[in-house]
């Protein structure tokens, strides 16, 4: 989910390395339909309560925080202006906001919201001066905005083109949370690259907040990672069903199934990063696949066949782990970079063990992908056959 705070003609944004835009907010805010946690958020960052990786900051003064503070975040102030993107005008707050000792004290932690955040001029906003009473509101529930019927799209125009710019070293890493991910975002960035994480969700996964544990726990004191909240948790459950369909329906090979399984998993999450990587103009995309954990999909029989794809569509792709083949060494490197080896990620409910395959195994698992995955992989990404 998408956010902007509007205030004294600025808005507030986040900077990721060499890219300013919306305040990504983490998932865990944005689970219920209602936007009373999008509403904690708000408290939370305004208040001078969240870190720098929007975690609970550990000491801070309860006193200041009654009943009365956490109204003056309510969602009267809180404007949907599309399906994913939201507006929180602080400046119209502060104005009907009688409280002028927690108003000041709003004013104040201002200055210690986290460093990455920053504010940005915005001449069309001093222009415009838009407030509430341009948007329609739902009386029936104090969160719900009809707005997205109504919105402003000039003020979605500003907002989506505030700063955007891309480095030619900006990586976006297919990121599980476990250790081949994590030391692939670490090997990146030795090799110069701006690793940008992203994780997926097919639909069978439990925990899927924990490769965000990792990244809190194993980055957050390394200088210059980021975690993008825009890219946790992408759901890709219909493409993997769409990919996974037609051996469902053969079930001819059930010895096999686990494989292509995770075959159309992964297809899927590459489909959905080859769109993302398009949108967001990165040239460079990466994952922990390891030719140990000896799944098809990770195999240099197979990496052409995603590279083809990827050059296509002018995207270069790395395995910085590929050729790692002992899990001690793994560890070991995580530990001599100064890492932990403590990792999280999420359980996927369908994930078996590879099975030992035959050559006539791995061109039945080819020949799937060539006949029903990879044309609708070209399909979807609109790339001729």
Same mark, same amino acid.
């Given at each position: 989910?998408?956010?902007?705070?509007l205030h004294?003609?600025?808005?507030?944004?986040e900077?990721?390395?060499?890219?300013i835009g919306?305040?990504?907010?983490?998932?865990?805010?944005?689970?219920?339909?209602?936007?009373?946690?999008?509403?904690?958020?708000?408290t939370?960052?305004?208040?001078?309560?969240?870190?720098?990786?929007?975690?609970?900051?550990?000491?801070y003064?309860?006193?200041a925080?009654?009943s009365? *503070?956490?109204?003056?975040?309510a969602?009267?102030?809180?404007i949907?202006?599309?399906?994913?993107?939201?507006?929180?005008d602080?400046?119209?707050s502060?104005a009907?906001?009688?409280?002028?000792?927690?108003?000041?004290?709003?004013?104040?932690?201002?200055?210690?919201i986290?460093?990455?955040?920053?504010?940005?001029?915005?001449e069309y906003?001093?222009?415009?001066?838009?407030?509430?009473?341009?948007?329609?509101?739902?009386?029936?529930?104090?969160?719900?905005?009809s707005?997205?019927?109504?919105?402003?799209?000039?003020?979605?125009?500003?907002?989506?083109?505030?700063?955007?710019?891309?480095?030619e070293?900006d990586?976006?890493?297919?990121?599980?949370?476990?250790?081949?991910?994590t030391?692939?975002?670490?090997?990146?960035?030795?090799?110069?690259?701006?690793?940008?994480?992203?994780?997926?969700?097919?639909?069978?996964?439990?925990?899927?907040?924990?490769?965000?544990?990792? *990244?809190?726990?194993?980055?957050?004191?390394?200088?210059?990672?980021? *975690?993008?909240?825009?890219?946790?948790?992408?759901?890709?459950?219909?493409?993997?069903?769409?990919y996974?369909?037609?051996?469902?329906?053969q079930?001819?090979?059930?010895?096999?199934?686990?494989?292509?399984?995770?075959?159309?998993?992964?297809?899927?999450?590459?489909?959905?990063?080859?769109?993302?990587?398009?949108?967001?103009?990165?040239?460079i995309?990466?994952?922990?696949a390891r030719?140990?954990?000896?799944?098809?999909?990770?195999?240099?029989?197979?990496?052409?066949?995603?590279?083809?794809?990827?050059?296509?569509l002018?995207?270069?792709?790395?395995?910085?782990?590929?050729?790692?083949d002992?899990?001690?060494k793994?560890?070991?490197?995580?530990?001599?970079?100064? *890492?932990?080896?403590?990792?999280?990620?999420?359980?996927?409910?369908?994930?078996?063990?590879?099975?030992?395959?035959?050559?006539?195994?791995?061109?039945?698992?080819?020949?799937?992908?060539?006949?029903?995955?990879?044309?609708?992989?070209?399909?979807?990404?609109?790339?001729?056959?």
């Open positions: 989910m998408n956010l902007v705070i004294d003609n600025k808005l507030l944004c900077k990721n390395r060499n890219e919306f305040i990504h907010v983490p998932h865990y805010f944005t689970q219920n339909e209602d936007f009373g946690n999008l509403s904690i958020f708000i939370l960052l305004l208040g001078g309560m969240i870190d720098e990786n929007y975690g609970s900051k550990v000491s003064d309860t006193n925080w009654d009365k *503070f956490e109204d003056f975040f969602g009267d102030y809180l949907q202006v599309d399906k994913d993107t939201y507006y929180y602080l400046d119209e502060l009907d906001y009688n409280n002028k000792e927690i108003a000041n004290l709003v004013l104040k932690n201002l200055e210690s986290p460093k990455h955040l920053i504010w940005k001029d915005c906003l001093r222009d415009k001066n838009i407030t509430m009473d341009d948007y329609a509101r739902d009386e029936v529930t104090p969160y719900s905005f707005g997205v019927e109504t919105y402003d799209s000039e003020l979605i125009d500003v907002i989506k083109l505030i700063s955007k710019t891309r480095d070293k990586a976006l890493l297919l990121y599980s949370g476990g250790k081949d991910s030391l692939a975002a670490i090997r990146l960035k030795e090799m110069g690259y701006n690793p940008y994480f992203i994780h997926f969700n097919n639909g069978s996964m439990l925990d899927s907040d924990k490769p965000f544990l990792t *990244f809190q726990n194993t980055f957050k004191n390394f200088d210059g990672y980021v *975690f993008p909240y825009e890219y946790s948790d992408v759901d890709i459950n219909k493409l993997f069903s769409w996974f369909g037609e051996w469902q329906r079930n001819d090979n059930l010895r096999l199934t686990s494989e292509i399984r995770c075959l159309s998993c992964r297809m899927a999450m590459y489909t959905k990063v080859f769109e993302i990587a398009k949108k967001k103009n990165f040239k995309i990466s994952e922990g030719i140990s954990q000896k799944f098809f999909i990770e195999q240099i029989r197979f990496i052409p066949s995603l590279e083809e794809i990827a050059e296509r002018g995207i270069k792709l790395l395995f910085p782990v590929l050729h790692l002992d899990d001690k793994l560890i070991n490197e995580l530990l001599k970079s100064g *890492f932990s080896s403590k990792t999280w990620e999420s359980k996927c409910l369908l994930g078996e063990p590879a099975v030992e395959k035959t050559q006539k195994d791995e061109q039945v698992i080819e020949d799937y992908y060539n006949n029903h995955i990879r044309p609708k992989i070209l399909n979807y990404l609109h790339i001729e056959k």
